[in-house]
């Protein structure tokens, strides 16, 4: 059950145009920011935001009424995420192949950029400290650094995220202090081989 | 090592610092766009369907009521004729009886 929701999901199903856009406004301020930390790329991660929050508003007759909304979103948007990797490794594989039958193509026009690493928390006074936790973290394995994203940088409780995750609430707690100690660990066997 | 191991903890301590980043006002405008294209459009073409189905709903039962206004002309039926027992409505079968 939505906890607190200023959501009306009666209203939400029966396609209300201003429940929708509140619906929109809600959603994107919840998911934004793991999409951000997953994909490090500001225009990216606006892209598959609304991509997820209209791909839930199409698919809400299959929503149930009794389960969270917030969780519900979070899952459409990890799957989004998934997407958008996998499309990356198509291109990827595509660039490499592409400029071996056309020796006069362009490299830069097959390649795709490596994406930029923007977050409101590179701007804070340690910005190195905090890009090196973000590389650290991108070294983890994926279950933990999306519980670590979740628990850490998104702030939802355990049970919110053992829902998205598709876990128990005590499991997702060893996966947070799991991926912490891998995370010390990771950097620093980094500064020791600086 | 662990001067190291005191300056990672601190390295990961900021974990808890780090701010939400929030989605810009200029993408919400966006949003708010793309669900109005997605879903308006739909509204409009749900009253395009329900104005259809009301017109022939109407087209249906202004022609049964022709047909069945019709079929009762009473001038075509006997007041003994058994069909007009059927026809409680017709005004004129009272007056017929009496």
Same mark, same amino acid.
């Given at each position: 059950m939505e906890e607190n929701s200023p959501i009306d999901i009666v209203k939400l199903k029966a396609k209300d145009l201003a429940e929708l856009k509140k619906f929109g406004a809600l959603a994107s301020s919840w998911i934004f920011n793991s999409v951000l930390h997953s994909v490090k790329n500001y225009q990216d991660a606006e892209e598959i935001t609304q991509d997820s929050i209209l791909s839930a508003l199409r698919s809400?007759?299959?929503?149930?009424?009794?389960?969270s909304l917030k969780t519900w979103v979070f899952r459409i948007s990890i799957n989004k995420i998934k997407d958008y990797y996998r499309y990356n490794s198509r291109q990827k594989r595509s660039a490499t192949i592409v400029p071996l039958i056309n020796?006069?193509?362009?490299?830069e026009e097959y390649e795709r950029e490596i994406p930029d690493h923007w977050h409101p928390?590179?701007?804070?006074?340690s910005k190195e400290e905090v890009e090196l936790l973000f590389w650290g973290i991108d070294q983890l394995n994926k279950k933990q650094k999306q519980a670590l994203i979740l628990a850490k940088?998104?702030?939802?409780?355990y049970t919110e995220i053992a829902e998205i995750m598709s876990t128990t609430a005590k499991a997702v707690e060893s996966l947070v202090s799991r991926a912490k100690n891998n995370l010390i660990h990771i950097l620093n066997e980094r500064r020791l081989n600086l | 090592m662990n001067n190291d191991n005191i300056e990672i903890s601190k390295v990961v301590s900021h974990l808890d610092e780090i701010e939400r980043a929030e989605p810009s006002f200029q993408f919400l405008k966006n949003l708010d766009h793309a669900i109005d294209i997605e879903y308006r459009d739909t509204k409009i073409v749900n009253l395009k369907w329900i104005s259809g189905i009301a017109a022939s709903l109407l087209l249906i039962v202004s022609i049964n009521t022709y047909v069945l206004l019709g079929s009762q002309d009473?001038?075509?039926? =006997?007041?003994?004729?058994? +069909? =007009?027992?059927?026809?409680? +409505?017709?005004?004129t079968q009272n007056f017929y009886y009496e």
């Open positions: 809400l007759d299959s929503f149930r009424s009794d389960a020796e006069n193509s362009d490299q928390g590179v701007q804070l006074e940088l998104d702030k939802l409780k | 009473t001038s075509y039926v =006997s007041a003994n004729d058994e +069909l =007009s027992q059927d026809y409680t +409505l017709i005004p």
